[in-house]
Nanobody, 124 residues
Framework: QVPLVEPGGGWVQSGGSLRLSCAAS????????MGWFRQAPGKEREFVAA????????YYTDSVQGRFTISRDNAKNSVSLQMNSLKPEDTAVYYCAAKAGTVNIRATTQYPYWGQGTQVTVSS
């Protein structure tokens, strides 16, 4: 098990910024790739960003490339998502997730461990 806790989220106007954080309760955190996903009302959960364990390679979906930055602190067992230039279409519940390895790192179905989700609302 990899318990994940996600404080953060909230409301912001279009063009603003938010930072999401996720804390993992797992000694071998460095072995896990960490991902952020989001789910808007009436839509399927989608990949946003991910970061590999040891070398910190990052992956982004096209719609957030250049606006969002994923990072991790292996000493603190945490991963963050800095979201800048937010748009109303970024409104969703954001989930932190963990998986072993980096195979299919963008695939929702590859992540066995999930946080409870945090709401992000961007107003126009």
């Amino acid at each position: 098990q990899v318990p994940l806790v996600e404080p953060g989220g909230g409301w912001v106007q279009s063009g603003g910024s938010l930072r999401l954080s996720c804390a993992a309760s797992r000694r071998s955190f460095i072995l896990y790739a960490m991902g952020w996903f989001r789910q808007a009302p009436g839509k399927e959960r989608e990949f946003v960003a991910a970061i590999s364990g040891s070398d910190g390679e990052t992956y982004y979906t096209d719609s957030v490339q250049g606006r969002f930055t994923i990072s991790r602190d292996n000493a603190k067992n945490s991963v963050s998502l800095q979201m800048n230039s937010l748009k109303p279409e970024d409104t969703a519940v954001y989930y932190c997730a963990a998986k072993a390895g980096t195979v299919n790192i963008r695939a929702t179905t590859q992540y066995p461990y999930w946080g409870q989700g945090t709401q992000v609302t961007v107003s126009s």
